[in-house]
């Protein structure tokens, strides 16, 4: 098995070394969106992102690349019925989409999207929306979808890409 070399560190890495400036999380968030873009146009769904899964990789011609890894749990959709099997439960919970944690509806693009927003979210604070809350607090709180802003942990953060990330 060949892979590329990276170097450099993954996101979660990156925020425990405190946070990153807003314009640094808008580039970032935008090269995720174009690597997850580009799996959807192949009919791939990676169902996993996560700061873990994005890799900040250091490149002398390029400066930071932003790299979307571990496909692990990825899903190619072949039709427009195909759906995760009902009582499967694939991914990390705290940046699961509702209907990942139901089980129940179809796994598509928007899953992924709602991964990309999550990113945003801890990437602009270093925490969760939902804190220090586990298994069922955390699935209850998922599915009722109630977001607090992240302008309450970084006032800074612009009213547009608040209105954005919580979208």
């Not at 969106?33 to 899964?53: E, M, S, Y």
Request: net charge negative.
């Amino acid at each position: 098995i060949v892979m590329e070399y990276l170097a450099g560190q993954d996101l979660a890495a990156r925020l425990a070394k405190g946070p990153m400036e807003v314009g640094e999380v808008v580039d970032m968030v935008l090269a995720v969106c174009a690597g997850v873009f580009a799996c959807h146009r192949r009919g791939v769904i990676h169902r996993d992102l996560k700061p873990k899964n994005v890799f900040l990789s250091q490149s002398a011609d390029y400066g930071t690349v932003v790299k979307v890894l571990d496909f692990g749990i990825a899903r190619v959709v072949q039709a427009a019925d195909d759906i995760t099997e009902v009582g499967s439960l694939l991914g990390t919970p705290r940046y699961m989409a509702p209907e990942q944690l139901r089980a129940a509806g179809v796994v598509d693009e928007k899953t992924d999207q709602y991964g990309v927003g999550m990113l945003l979210y801890v990437a602009l604070t270093r925490e969760s929306p939902w804190g220090s809350l586990r298994d069922v607090d955390l699935v209850r709180a998922i599915l009722q979808g109630h977001y607090p802003g992240p302008r309450r942990l970084r006032p800074e953060i612009p009213e547009g890409l608040e209105q954005i990330t919580l979208k």
